[in-house]
C-alpha cells in the first residue's frame, strides 16, 4: 500500500531560524496535503499541492511539490513560538482516503 | 457555526467492557473518518465512510466497528477485542467532490482502558 515517510521526527530551533520538513512517497501521489497539530489539539489543514513542481506561498510558509510527485517540503522562514506544533504530510491517492505521514515536532525556543 | 463536535473529550473505561465515541457534523458532508493516534505517532485510519449506509475499513480496522445510519453521524466502537484502545480518536469529515480535498477534524476523545 502507499507509504508516505517524513523527515526528520523532531526539530528543535531558536526564535528566528529556518524550519524545513521533507515528505516522501512510495508512489507518484494524484495530490499533497499539509496539516498543523498544536499541542493538545487537532490537526489543522494548511494547503493542497496538486501540480507538478508546484510551489506555493504562505507568509513565512513555502511549500513545494515534487517534479514526480513522489516528494514535497514545507520550510518555514524565521520561525516564531507561534509556529510550535505537528507539522504533517498527507499524500492524497483516491478521493477518499489519505495517507499521513509521522509528522514532525517542531519546537522553537524564544 | 458549522463544524464537528467529538464527545466526550476525555473517557475512561475498565478493560473488556465496549464503548462508544461520537462523531457529528452540520458540514453536510458526505465523507467521514475515524483516525488513531498514538504519542509522536501520526494518524491511522481507522475506518471511513462515503456515504450514508456504506463503510469501509482502513489500515487498522481490527477491534472496531462503525456505522453511518445518517449522515451528520459516524459513531466508531471500541471493542473488547482492540488488544491496545488506550488512545487518542479522531473523526473527520471531507466534501465527496471538489479539487481541494481538505479534512475537517473534530477536537478528538482521549480514551483511556484502565
Known amino acids: 500500500g502507499q507509504q508516505v515517510m517524513q523527515i526528520p521526527q523532531y526539530q528543535h530551533v531558536q526564535e528566528g531560524e529556518d524550519f524545513t520538513t521533507y515528505c516522501n512517497s512510495s508512489t507518484t501521489l494524484s495530490n499533497i496535503q499539509w496539516y498543523k497539530q498544536r499541542p493538545g489539539g487537532h490537526p489543522v489543514f494548511l494547503i493542497q499541492l496538486v501540480k507538478s513542481g508546484e510551489v506555493k506561498k504562505q507568509k513565512r510558509l513555502t511549500f513545494q511539490f515534487g517534479e514526480a510527485k513522489k516528494n514535497s517540503s514545507l520550510h518555514i522562514t524565521a520561525t516564531q513560538t507561534t509556529d510550535v506544533g505537528t507539522y504533517f504530510c498527507?499524500?492524497?491517492?483516491?478521493?477518499?482516503?489519505?495517507?499521513f505521514g509521522k509528522g514532525t515536532l517542531l519546537t522553537v525556543n524564544p | 457555526d458549522g463544524g464537528i463536535t467529538q464527545s466526550p473529550k476525555y473517557l475512561f473505561r475498565k478493560e473488556g467492557q465496549n464503548v462508544t465515541l461520537s462523531c457529528e457534523q452540520n458540514l453536510n458532508h458526505d465523507a467521514m473518518y475515524w483516525y488513531r493516534q498514538d504519542p509522536g505517532q501520526g494518524l491511522r485510519l481507522i475506518y471511513y465512510s462515503q456515504i450514508v449506509n456504506d463503510f469501509q475499513k482502513g489500515d487498522i480496522a481490527e477491534g472496531y466497528s462503525v456505522s453511518r445510519e445518517k449522515k451528520e453521524s459516524f459513531p466508531l466502537t471500541v471493542t473488547s477485542a482492540q488488544k491496545n484502545p488506550t488512545a487518542f480518536y479522531l473523526c473527520?469529515?471531507?466534501?465527496?467532490?471538489?479539487?481541494?480535498?481538505?479534512?475537517?477534524f473534530g477536537p478528538g476523545t482521549r480514551l483511556t482502558v484502565l
Open positions: 473527520a469529515s471531507k466534501r465527496d467532490m471538489g479539487v481541494v480535498n481538505e479534512q475537517f
Open positions: 498527507v499524500g492524497g491517492g483516491s478521493n477518499y482516503k489519505l495517507t
